[in-house]
């Protein structure tokens, strides 16, 4: 059974840092697109980052120079680094596995199909 378990999520100062963890179970995610989504309170959940298998990565333009995502293959575990937070960061964070769509995993909320239960970031304005 695929299962998902994201942590490390918090409450943390404009400027400070968090770190998301996301621990996969079932198969081996190197096989799958991993990706991070998040969503706000009466919003649309949007794609925040994305690593396939080679560890290429692509990110939503207004975290880009401050998020990192990366994966740690021998423990199944995808990170989500967050830096220079800003209150507009504050959400529900979901980390996401899929297949390959056109072999490119897109920052789409349909190519993903299994879901963990979320983790909350919060940055007080």
């Known amino acids: 059974q695929v299962q998902l378990v994201e942590s490390g999520g918090g409450s943390v100062q404009a400027g400070g840092s968090l770190r998301l963890s996301c621990a996969a179970s079932?198969?081996?995610?190197?096989?799958?697109?991993m990706g991070w989504f998040r969503q706000a309170p009466g919003k649309e959940r949007e794609g925040v980052a994305t690593i396939d298998s080679d560890g290429s990565t692509s990110y939503t333009d207004s975290v880009k120079g401050r998020f990192t995502i990366s994966q740690d293959n021998a423990k199944n575990t995808v990170y989500l680094q967050m830096d220079n937070l800003k209150p507009e960061d504050s959400a529900m964070y979901y980390c996401?596995?899929?297949?390959?769509?056109?072999?490119?995993?897109?920052?789409?909320?349909?190519?993903?199909?299994?879901w963990g239960q979320g983790t909350q970031v919060t940055v007080p304005s």
């Open positions: 079932g198969y081996t995610l190197s096989r799958y697109c």
């Open positions: 996401a596995a899929g297949a390959y769509r056109d072999s490119t995993c897109h920052l789409l909320t349909n190519q993903y199909t299994s």
